[in-house]
């Protein structure tokens, strides 16, 4: 019994979420990690592969991302985001380093940092 209680918990630990914010979310489907748009029952809108660094205020969220292997800066725009939106509306990316500290600074974005 001991054993089924642990791998219960062990499930239960793997399903959860490794960031979240209002309905942003960190899921894992098929061994693919990925920022969404939570929808309700589980499902989700899919904005961002292979997050590595999240970092959100009211307005943006930024994101260092490694989608298929090829890592580089994005950012979301919440406040145009929304479940029946088109993800080239309000996900911009990809951007290096230095273009995206220029655009940080131009619209206030969280800071972030490569992990």
Not at 33 to 43: I, Q, R, T
Not at 62 to 73: D, G, K, L, N
Request: aromatic content about 14%; proline content about 4%.
């Amino acid at each position: 019994m001991k054993h089924i209680s642990f791998l219960v918990a062990v499930l239960l630990i793997g399903c959860s979420s490794s960031w979240s914010e209002g309905p942003y979310e960190v899921y894992l489907i098929d061994g693919v990690k990925s920022l969404g748009f939570n929808v309700g029952d589980g499902a989700f809108i899919g904005r961002i592969d292979e997050p590595k660094s999240i970092n959100a205020n009211e307005k943006y969220i930024s994101v260092y991302a490694c989608p298929e292997q090829s890592c580089a800066y994005y950012y979301i725009d919440r406040e145009k985001d929304h479940k029946f939106a088109d993800a080239t509306e309000f996900v911009f990316g990809p951007y290096t380093r230095e273009s995206f500290i220029d655009i940080q600074k131009k619209l206030v974005l969280p800071e972030i940092n490569e992990q």
